[in-house]
């Protein structure tokens, strides 16, 4: 166990449908990522917030994708009009001890139909 | 551009049978190599973090190396419960985010 929840495991949606996925660390870290890993890829970097704030976005995150950290605790992550394209495992990630190590949580896995 | 290659892509082992995966990396500055472990279905697990050449970091039947230019991760005496693929990343100065290669596939056969 990890310490990081991500919710939903799964979800089938039709194309240019929205999304959200949401991530929930039990205990609190400064600094969250976002990665998405299609198959046979390794992870991509997406996103990362220390605190609430966003410091690094990835050009991969297209004006079609939007991340929130609101009060610097759990995060979501929105897709706005899915492109089959979208299909992936998005991974959300805690730096635990402040040293660049990440702890990834379960994942949440999309396909766009 | 930063880059990391992993090799080979997959490995079949008898158990017993030790080998070693190869990650081997282009990137300025680096401020850390990272080896995870992924299940399918499941997110990265983190195995060890390397910050320099010559270090090495051991784990059960694991052992990761650092050079200037590559690393190692070390299977001894591989059991089937190591079959998994093998991420390997990096991190360079100036940023927190890790640059991933795909992996190594790795089945060992009882």
């Known amino acids: 166990d990890t310490g990081v929840s991500q919710d939903p495991r799964h979800k089938i949606t039709k194309r240019g449908q929205n999304v959200t996925f949401r991530c929930d660390p039990i205990s609190e870290h400064n600094r969250l990522y976002w990665y998405r890993q299609t198959l046979g890829q390794g992870p991509e970097f997406l996103t990362y917030f220390q605190n609430e704030a966003q410091l690094e976005k990835s050009r991969l995150l297209s004006d079609r994708f939007s991340a929130e950290r609101p009060k610097g605790s759990f995060s979501t992550l929105e897709i706005q009009r899915t492109e089959q394209g979208d299909s992936a495992m998005y991974l959300c990630?805690?730096?635990?001890?402040?040293?660049?190590?990440?702890?990834f949580g379960e994942g949440s896995r999309l396909t766009v139909l | 551009e930063d880059q990391v290659t992993q090799s080979p892509e997959a490995l079949r082992l008898q158990e017993g049978e030790s080998s070693s995966l190869n990650c081997s990396y282009t990137?300025?500055?680096?401020?850390?190599l990272f080896w995870y472990r992924q299940d399918p279905g499941k997110g990265p697990e983190f195995l060890f973090t390397?910050?320099?050449a010559g270090e090495e970091k051991e784990k059960e039947r694991l052992k990761a190396t650092l050079t200037k230019k590559e690393s190692f991760l070390h299977i001894t005496a591989p059991k089937p419960e190591d079959s998994a693929t093998y991420l390997c990343a990096v991190r360079m100065a100036g940023s927190y985010q890790l640059t991933f290669g795909k992996g190594t596939k790795l089945s060992v056969i009882p």
């Open positions: 390397l910050y320099s």
């Open positions: 990630a805690v730096d635990r001890v402040g040293t660049g190590e990440l702890f």
């Open positions: 990137v300025s500055g680096l401020r850390g």
